[in-house]
């Protein structure tokens, strides 16, 4: 079955370090998204690429940093210069907005 | 600029009740629209969505939402919650095509009384 499949579920990050979120799908859609979610925030958009090599910053894209090189590709990585890493990261894709976003499970990042 | 609104945080109803979620968007033109749910730890599902046509929309689980341009609304219904129900439940709009992104309102958390 087609999906998105988001790796590791669970993260633990020290202070300094980077760490990198994997997304992954095999929907063959163009677009993917990363958004971050906190209690109470809803969801709020850090990147999101349209097509491969091609990527814009979202509302949060400060302390953050993706690549799309393949298709079927687009890790998040969270910095060291992110100051508030420790929260809920979801990835999606779309064929186009107009259809939707298909979510993954999501990989909740703590700091420790 | 583009907005969605979803005026109660946290809403409370016990099983076999009706329920309502409510949903207002700020947009310029005519806004795709959508019902998203989400169980605790997991990512969202869509549960519906509202291109053009009938304003009344059929969605899974036995929900439907009703788009009223003039209200600027999408509210969500079910007429009768079920406990598997309790979730947070998120609406979004767009205006489609290659370039168009998704805005999401901020939820709201169901819970359902036995």
């Known amino acids: 079955d087609g999906g998105i499949t988001q790796s590791p579920k669970y993260l633990f990050r020290k202070e300094g370090q980077n760490v990198t979120l994997s997304c992954e799908q095999n929907?063959?859609?163009?677009?993917m998204y990363w958004y971050r979610q906190d209690p109470g925030q809803g969801l709020r958009l850090i990147y999101y690429?349209?097509?491969?090599?091609?990527?814009q910053k979202g509302d949060i894209a400060e302390g953050y940093s993706v690549s799309r090189e393949k298709k079927e590709s687009f890790p998040l990585t969270v910095t060291s210069a992110q100051k508030n890493p420790t929260a809920f990261y979801l990835c999606?894709?779309?064929?186009?907005?107009?259809?939707?976003?298909?979510f993954g499970s999501g990989t909740r990042l703590t700091v420790v | 600029a583009q907005s969605v609104t979803q005026p109660d945080i946290h809403i409370t109803v016990s099983e076999g009740a009706s329920l309502e979620l409510r949903c207002n968007y700020s947009?310029?033109?005519?806004?795709?629209l959508f019902w998203y749910v989400q169980s605790p730890g997991q990512g969202l599902q869509l549960l519906l969505k509202?291109?053009?046509?009938?304003?009344l929309v059929q969605g899974i689980k036995g929900f439907e939402a009703e788009f009223k341009r003039s209200q600027s609304s999408f509210n969500l219904r079910k007429p009768s919650v079920h406990w598997s129900d309790a979730a947070e439940y998120f609406c979004?709009?767009?205006?489609?095509?290659?370039?168009?992104?998704?805005?999401f309102g901020k939820g709201t958390k169901l819970s359902v009384k036995p």
């Open positions: 999606a894709s779309s064929r186009t907005a107009d259809y939707g976003y298909t």
């Open positions: 929907l063959n859609h163009d677009a």
């Open positions: 690429s349209q097509i491969v090599n091609d990527f």
């Open positions: 947009y310029g033109a005519t806004p795709y």
């Open positions: 509202y291109f053009s046509g009938d304003t």
């Open positions: 979004a709009v767009g205006h489609g095509g290659s370039q168009g992104n998704l805005i």
